[in-house]
């Protein structure tokens, strides 16, 4: 499907985990196959972008899951992004490299990081980003310094805090949010049973968390981007403001199922087509 040239058309991504040769490849086949390219893409965190093994060090996740991954090339200039992509940190993430620019930077050509929480103009379309999740814990704790990294968890730079919702909800409104949870309450009473007894998700009603869903109240964004669970769910959440919030959970690059989504924005209204990892 083409379209109309006054329309913005970008792509939205789920967990990537390193495999961002595959979701070149994904997105360029879909560029190719809708004869249009995207004006930008939007990735939702657990991109893990690795220069190296020091990189890696200061990732969160248990030594199974700890594999270098597809930037090292991207990071040596052998491989590009064909696109602008915008990305949030995950709870895997080398926060190392990553909280060297909590702001947010341009990492290699074409591909930046929000920070820990970031507002991007793109095409007229206002793209909030909340990197991290949430641990009840933590939130009210200072994020330790860089300098503490080997001598705390990792751990403990995966998370948001009560400072970075307050920062996010000074941003007064958002187009477009990306969050790497979910959040809470979004779960219809009606897909409960495909939910109960998922890894994380012991019961339909504590999937997500609650900040992330006061940040939708408050920016009622006309449209969320969230990944983390690896699994694609799309909702809607009516607000007592008469604005409507279209909810995307979308799965992993790797998993392949519903971790694509691509939306066109045009005026005040837009559509989308949802893909599979590949087709
Ligand atoms: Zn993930």
Redesign the pocket.
Known sequence: MSASPNEVVFAAV??V?GNMNRMVNDLRHQAEVRHRQFDFVLQV??FEPHRDEADLATMAAPAKYRHLGDFSAYDKARRGFPWQVYFIG???EPYGYLDTHPEGFELVRNCHYLGRVGVVDLHGLRVVGLSGIHSEERFRAQRPPLSALGSVSNKDFTYFNERDVEQALELGHADVLLLHDWPSGIIDPRDAADFEGQRRSPSHDTVGNEYARLLVDALQPRLVLC????KAYRTSIQHPSGKTTEVRCLG?VGQGDGAYGVFHFKGESFHETFLTGRD
């Open positions: 789920g967990d985990h965190g657990d995950g709870n895997h990944g983390h669970l690896h992993s």
